[in-house]
């Protein structure tokens, strides 16, 4: 079998992709519906935690919630106008096309920038950096990725993990290949996991982590590398709308230079008992990255 190539989106990449901010501005731009409306409409999950979920008494929580609804908060001393953030629930199926058709402003869930994702959105700044692992009952045996041929991995529908397995598979890197099984939410993933459909479930570390945690017994199953990939993620975007672009960028790197975004982070994954239930640092690089594509001066996004 052919030894397994990292997939890595670099910086670089990610800039020259995310196009937004180059583009023309169009007349009636995302902001000046916002202003008008007083209201920003947030595509993102509803069982992807610790990003995005709904509680049981159906309030929408997890990381990137407080994120979006803090930039709210920024463009709203921006533009002197008091908006409200509306969430609305997507998934990966939807999460675009929602955009596309101006159902959501932007989409912040877990979604990773990728080339084929540009060809029809714009993405914001990096605002993350995630890896790709698998979740599997102890004692499996499935420890590299190369002990994933011919066995049943769960992914969620239109994945980027989804994707490249497929690929994998098309290039004859797994032998026998990999019997891919869909899911449209990550819990189901799981509950085929637990049920014998699956014999591993492979997305985002964070997910895998918080659904371990929910498990009945979380000493069953373990998180494990090697990572598939690892992806930066981003907002999805409108396509060719620069000044909506430039709200949103200017009011992410605003709170990336005022200490806002740490805050939060470190609410959520550090400390002796982060909201996300774990520890997950952040590299040294990723914080560099989240700080160097923000241009000088930042902080003074408000005035």
Known sequence: MK?????????????FGVSASSSPALADSVLDKVIKNKEIFIGTRESTAPYAYVESD??????????????????????????????KAVTPQTRIPLILNGTNFWNWGATGISLKRQEAVDFSHVVNSVCVKKLTPVGSGINSIDDLAGKRVGVTKASIEERLLNTMNKEGKFNPPVKIISFDKHP????????????????LDD????????????????????????????????????????????????????????????????????????????SAGVQRLLSDQCPYKSENFIK
């Open 58 to 87: 159906g309030t929408w929580t997890g990381w990137s919630v407080e994120m979006s609804r803090a930039m709210v908060g920024v463009i709203s001393k921006k533009t002197g106008v008091e908006l409200k953030a509306t969430l």
């Open 3 to 15: 030894k397994f190539v990292f997939l890595a989106l670099s910086a670089s990449l990610l800039t």
């Open 188 to 203: 189901n993933g799981f509950l085929g996991l637990q049920q014998g459909k699956t014999d591993a479930h492979v997305t």
């Open 207 to 282: 997910a895998l982590h918080r659904l371990k945690m929910k498990a009945a017994d979380p000493s069953k199953w373990e998180v494990t590398g090697p990572d598939l990939f690892c992806i930066n993620q981003g907002m999805i975007l409108p396509n060719n709308d620069s000044k909506w672009a430039d709200t949103v960028n200017g009011a992410f790197c605003y709170m990336v230079k005022t200490g806002m975004y740490r805050e939060i982070y470190d609410e959520w994954f550090q400390g002796p008992s982060p909201k996300a239930g774990y520890v997950r640092d952040q």
